[in-house]
């Protein structure tokens, strides 16, 4: 499997700045119970939009991934033409719902952590922490606009909040 698992992006400084600012979000996601998971959303004048982590144990809600609480942070408040140019950093890779909420959100561009592949071994074989298997590139592709896409970044430190967090 090692053979198959993708290799590392190089970073700007300023991509690397923002996306340990998502990390250090999944850093707060874990620290309140939830899954280690953050994301921000940053404009092009270096704005940040957005900072949240994963609720999903806080809300209840099986939808409150940080991508997606990120999206419903700006979506009420930017125009898809000012988040066309907005990046999303992710400390992991998006699932297929992140990715849809990516898509239907026109953020043009997106920044990630640790990818798919390498979390599954983190998450393991337990159904209520396996995810489906879509990558969101896949998703990407299928968009009518273009979304750039950058990742994995910065594995070993978006690795580190996944290290003893799920259960075996
Ligand atoms: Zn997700």
Known sequence: ??????????????????????????????????????????????????????????????????????????????????????????????CVMCAGAIFWSNIGRVVFGIDAQRLRAFRGERPEQRDAELSCRDVFAASPHPIDCIGPALIEESSREHEGFWQR
Do not use: K, Q
């Open 1 to 94: 499997m090692s053979a198959e698992l993708p290799t590392e992006s190089p970073l700007s400084e300023r991509d690397g700045r923002y996306l340990r600012h998502a990390i250090a979000m999944s850093r707060v996601a874990r620290s309140r119970g939830n899954r280690p998971f953050g994301a921000v959303i940053v404009a092009t004048d270096g704005a940040v939009l957005a900072e949240v982590w994963n609720s999903n144990v806080e809300t209840g809600d099986c939808t409150a991934h940080a991508e997606v609480n990120a999206i419903r942070a700006v979506s009420p408040r930017y125009s898809r033409e000012a988040l066309a140019s907005a990046t999303l950093y992710s400390s992991a890779e998006p």
